[in-house]
Antibody, heavy 122, light 109 residues
């Protein structure tokens, strides 16, 4: 059974940093790309970032480019999101989602984690 | 950035049929936008229902189907069940940019 468990969320001040993790199990992690998607309280979904299975291809949404860094450790079956220079508008539940990889150059989210809440506030 | 628009809310009777649509501010939605559909219930993570316009996952109930309709992506629910009450989001791809729709709240009443 595919399982994705996010952690690392919490309260952080504007301008601060936070590192999210996503622990994967139930599939060969090193064979799949991964995504981060976020959802502000009471709002819709927003795609944040994608990383390929080998980390050779990385994409970011314009809203986080230059502030967030996606990475992964295939030996630890883990995905990360380093978030710097955080703003109030980054407040959201952050989901990791496996990428099915069916299409070249297009994200393909299939399985989702339960999310971790990040609150940016003073 | 493109804006992807969905109906804010729709109501369907149990056993009835409802069609949700997903439009793009840049023009007609085509298969090249690789439309996806997700279901999200309160307090839960999203669940992927449809990928690449009309393909279903193994967990997608047969009563859900995806298509292109009148220049938009469409999700049709045929024979609505009480457990289908949820928020539904579409996702469109724009050459490396990925935009979710505004969401449709479906009430089964």
């Amino acid at each position: 059974e595919v399982q994705l468990v996010e952690s690392g969320g919490g309260l952080v001040q504007p301008g601060g940093s936070l590192r999210l993790s996503c622990a994967a199990s139930g599939f060969t992690f090193s064979s799949y790309g991964m995504n981060w998607v976020r959802q502000a309280p009471g709002k819709g979904l927003e795609w944040v970032s994608y990383i390929s299975s080998s980390s050779s291809t990385i994409f970011y949404a314009d809203s986080v480019k230059g502030r967030f860094t996606i990475s992964r450790d295939n030996a630890k079956n883990s995905l990360y999101l380093q978030m710097n220079s955080l703003r109030a508008e980054d407040t959201a539940v952050y989901y990791c989602a496996r990428d099915g990889g069916r299409f070249r150059g297009v994200i393909d989210p299939d399985y989702w984690g339960q999310g971790t809440l990040v609150t940016v506030s003073s | 950035q493109a804006v992807v628009t969905q109906e804010p809310s729709l109501t369907v009777s149990p056993g009835g049929t409802v069609t949700l649509t997903c439009g793009s501010s840049t023009g007609a939605v085509t298969s090249g936008h690789y439309p996806y559909w997700f279901q999200q219930k309160p307090g839960q993570a999203p669940r992927t229902l449809i990928y690449d316009t009309s393909n279903k996952h193994s967990w997608t109930p047969a009563r859900f189907s995806g298509s292109l309709l009148g220049g938009k992506a469409a999700l049709t629910l045929l024979g609505a069940q009480p457990e289908d009450e949820a928020e539904y989001y579409c996702l469109l791809s724009y050459s490396g940019a990925y935009v979710f729709g505004t969401g449709t709240k479906v009430t089964v009443l």
